[in-house]
């Protein structure tokens, strides 16, 4: 009687498994009945496993459909960057093509811009040595008064301006004249500049004789007048000679023996060598590797 109503305590413990047997109420137990009750106890082990099992294999296979929406998702979006990369490496290269054309272009425009105004520049030194060349052989005397004089007569004052200046010089610079004049032809009313004397020698040696003269005395004059002798030269070529002026005027007072040569360059003796530049900057150059020179051109260069 007593066993039943152990048993019957047990059924009733399985239907309410939640409540566990104390502990006395275990050792009382029959071999048999412990037994039953081990029995039972592991399969409700078993089947809560099993419950939590088929949990853990739910959830891990719905996290594992959410990573694999989430990757193909991800796939997809790795695929639209992937395209708008190779889009983008396709404009830009685009771009740089069209780029390296543009700058090809520059460069040919660039050349040809430098050709052309290389060219430019080699006709306008033509055209100014050919007007140099043309007009070598001609002074102008500036300075002397008006007067009612006719060519020979413009011819004698240039007779008198060399006798009172150039009383040394031989004559055979005047015997090789061939023009005499004023410049321009007519009097402008408008103008309150005096007249240039045009003188057109016929060779280019006596030109240079007699203005190196009006350089050495310094002080032209005529009747007392001062009056200048100038060579008849383009813009560009008589601003370049000037530019040497006050060179020239400094090397003269150190015995250098300078001498401005056609059209504008500058010659000078240095360390027993003569020496001839043509602008400034190399000459400039060759001063840098000459100390007394240096102290000579110090302010000048």
């Known amino acids: 009687m007593k066993r039943q109503r152990t048993i019957t305590q047990m059924r009733e413990k399985e239907k309410t498994p939640e409540k566990q047997l104390s502990e006395e109420e275990i050792l009382s137990l029959q071999e048999k009945d412990f037994r039953l009750l081990m029995v039972?106890?592991?399969?409700?082990?078993?089947?809560k496993l099993e419950a939590k099992m088929d949990n853990l294999q739910e959830t891990l296979t719905k996290e594992i459909?959410?990573?694999?929406?989430?990757?193909?998702?991800?796939?997809?979006?790795?695929?639209?960057?992937?395209?708008?990369?190779?889009?983008?490496?396709?404009?830009?290269?685009g771009a740089e093509e069209r780029i390296s054309e543009v700058e090809d272009r520059l460069v040919e425009i660039?050349?040809?811009?430098?050709?052309?105004?290389?060219?430019?520049?080699?006709n306008e030194e033509s055209l100014r040595e050919l007007w140099d060349n043309v007009k070598r052989t001609n002074i102008h005397i500036i300075g002397v008064p008006e007067g009612e004089e006719r060519e020979k007569e413009t011819e004698k004052r240039f007779q008198e301006i060399r006798a009172e200046n150039f009383p040394n010089m031989g004559k055979e610079s005047l015997t090789q004249m061939q023009a005499a004049q004023r410049v321009p032809y007519k009097i402008n009313p408008r103008r309150n500049t005096l007249r240039h004397i045009?003188?057109?020698?016929?060779?280019?040696?006596d030109n240079e004789k007699i203005l190196e003269a009006a350089r050495e005395k310094k002080q032209i004059t005529y009747k007392g007048t001062p009056i200048r002798?100038?060579?008849?030269?383009?813009?560009e070529t008589l601003q370049a000679r000037r530019e040497w002026r006050d060179i020239l005027n400094v090397m003269k007072g150190k015995n250098l023996q300078?001498?401005?040569?056609?059209?504008?360059?500058?010659?000078?003796?240095?360390?027993?060598?003569?020496k001839?530049?043509?602008?400034?900057?190399?000459?400039?150059?060759?001063?840098?590797?000459?100390?007394?020179?240096?102290?000579?051109l110090k302010e000048l260069l």
């Open 276 to 296: 001839t530049f043509t602008d400034k900057q190399k000459l400039k150059e060759f001063n840098n590797t000459k100390p007394a020179l240096q102290q000579i």
């Open 110 to 122: 660039t050349d040809a811009e430098q050709k052309r105004e290389k060219r430019s520049k080699r």
């Open 198 to 205: 045009l003188i057109k020698l016929t060779k280019i040696k």
């Open 65 to 93: 459909q959410d990573i694999k929406l989430k990757q193909e998702e991800m796939q997809n979006t790795i695929t639209e960057i992937k395209n708008s990369l190779e889009a983008a490496n396709s404009r830009i290269q």
């Open 229 to 235: 002798l100038s060579a008849e030269f383009s813009t």
């Open 258 to 274: 300078p001498r401005l040569l056609y059209p504008a360059r500058l010659s000078f003796r240095c360390e027993g060598e003569i």
């Open 40 to 47: 039972k106890m592991m399969q409700d082990i078993g089947n």
